[in-house]
């Protein structure tokens, strides 16, 4: 569905409620909300905004991550799988 056909105007929002709700849960799809013609809300359903918070999250740890290599701030993977295997090892011994 085009973007276009889910732009609303806020008396809709009033006065559909209950129907947005079900639209929203089914399709998924956001729906923008307009008053005095200027685009001023987006609702979408929970499932949809919890997903978006956590591709939001994963896409900061990249970030973070990457600077991190930019930085020469990290360990290299096989460092730190013999640092893993060492501490197993000491844990071992215990």
């Known amino acids: ?38 685009a001023k809300l987006v609702v979408q359903d929970v499932r949809t905004y919890e997903a978006a918070q956590q591709t939001i999250a994963l896409l900061k740890i990249l970030a973070i991550g990457q600077k991190q290599i930019e930085r020469h701030d990290h360990v290299d993977g096989d460092e730190f ?13 215990r």
């Open 81 to 93: 799988f013999a640092e893993l295997d060492e501490l197993d090892r000491q844990e071992k011994l």
């Open 1 to 38: 569905m085009h973007i276009a056909d889910r732009v609303k105007p806020i008396s809709y929002l009033k006065s559909e409620a209950a129907q947005i709700v079900k639209d929203l849960t089914d399709s998924g799809e956001p729906l923008i909300i307009t008053q005095n013609g200027e």
